[in-house]
């Protein structure tokens, strides 16, 4: 088993990712995993591990992140992907859609950016 502060490494290191490609700061993880700012810095610090649902959500945000990066070199342009309507969506924001556990919905949009005879 992994030593608390290995464990603080890795999140601490994902939530540095997202914040270095796309500009997510811990309120706009906070907000899209629906847990509050506070816990997040407590995972930060690594005095609190994520819950297994709130940690698959967090490496599927990585994931995402990761996957916007290959497309968007600044990171305030990742995040205001993340952060606009689309028309893909019907109008929805990626954000409101993983914040819904929507996940493979954001990775198709992704991959159609990726391949545009993706489908």
Do not use: C
Request: aromatic residues 8%; hydrophobic residues 40%.
């Amino acid at each position: 088993m992994p030593s608390v502060a290995a464990e603080k490494n890795v999140v601490a290191e994902k939530l540095e990712l997202l914040r270095s490609r796309a500009a997510i700061r811990a309120v706009d993880v906070a907000n899209m995993l629906g847990t509050t700012p506070e816990t997040v810095s407590r995972w930060n610090q690594g005095r609190a591990y994520p819950r297994p649902g709130k940690e698959s959500l967090l490496v599927d945000l990585e994931y995402i992140v990761e996957r916007l990066s290959e497309f968007y070199s600044d990171p305030r342009t990742a995040r205001a992907w993340l952060y606009s309507r689309h028309k893909y969506f019907d109008g929805l924001r990626p954000a409101d859609l993983i914040q819904e556990g929507r996940i493979e919905e954001v990775l198709d949009a992704i991959q159609a950016m990726a391949d545009p005879t993706y489908t």
